[in-house]
């Protein structure tokens, strides 16, 4: 027996003290430690068939308890690629390239310590490289996605009407017709919208008659002017910084640097879903 091996003693039974084993000898800085953890638990997921969490999901999540003896088992590389084609559409291709990086060199070590005898990376393809979308790309993978009913009304009603986004969250309830799809006339400049915001509206504004049409979750402070209150729920006028940084971080997943789109994305009108 190496040396190495009677330091570090009999194999672990489960994959993540596996990882805890590997990191507590790699030579390996806080910061760089602590990015090998986040990765290699997160393919404890895939691992045992399970997606694997995205986003704030992700953060607290419990990795589930796999034996370390599964990465000896035949179906693990085809679980592995299934987990890293079910991140693709969200993740950016140089975390996923890292994150198999990790494996592969935990793996490595594993094996020379007697603990596992394959390589579960065998097979695995590359991260594809991140295709740019085109502007209604951009606006149709925006307006396609799981959003809270706020945010799905506000960008359709900026995309189908193509105005500011000042314009849009300064309206008022009494300003919309919503049987004709458009503003009223006292509200100048008239908008108009499309099936898909004449969908939402009725629905975002159930219950209110009057009021911003476009509120934050909570109360407005009591210094609040009226006109940009509802009077109803008390809640304020979204703001446009509340509603950019939204907008941003819904569509972080969907851009491949990784930053998020401005809501510029939906002025693009040739995008309708």
Do not use: N
Not at 64 to 92: C, H, I, N, Q
Not at 236 to 265: C, H, I, M, N, Q
């Amino acid at each position: 027996m190496s040396k190495g091996r009677a330091t570090l003693g009999s194999a672990p039974v489960e994959y993540g003290a596996a990882v805890d084993r590997y990191l507590a000898a790699a030579d390996l800085g806080t910061a760089s430690r602590r990015i090998y953890r986040i990765s290699l638990l997160g393919w404890a997921w895939p691992l045992v068939d399970r997606r694997t969490p995205t986003g704030h999901d992700r953060r607290g999540a419990r990795p589930p308890a796999v034996p370390l003896a599964l990465l000896d088992d035949p179906s693990t590389p085809e679980r592995l690629r299934r987990g890293l084609s079910d991140r693709v559409p969200t993740a950016r291709p140089t975390t996923l390239t890292r994150e198999l990086a990790c494996l592969r060199a935990a793996s490595a070590w594993w094996r020379t310590q007697g603990w596992i005898t394959t390589d579960p990376t065998v097979g695995l393809p590359r991260p594809p490289t991140p295709v740019r979308l085109t502007a209604p790309e951009r606006a149709r993978a925006a307006l396609a996605l799981r959003a809270p009913l706020r945010e799905l009304a506000l960008w359709y009603l900026l995309h189908e009407s193509r105005a500011s986004v000042e314009r849009v969250l300064a309206l008022d309830i009494d300003h919309l017709d919503l049987p004709a799809r458009r503003t009223r006339r006292h509200a100048a400049p008239t908008l108009s919208w499309g099936q898909g915001t004449a969908r939402l509206l009725p629905l975002l504004l159930a219950g209110r008659t009057t009021g911003p049409v476009f509120v934050t979750a909570r109360r407005a402070p009591a210094t609040t002017p009226p006109g940009d209150r509802c009077p109803v729920t008390g809640r304020g006028r979204l703001s446009y910084r509340r509603a950019a940084e939204l907008f941003t971080a819904a569509t972080r997943p969907l851009d491949p640097s990784g930053r998020g789109w401005t809501l510029l994305v939906l002025r693009d009108r040739t995008a309708a879903p």
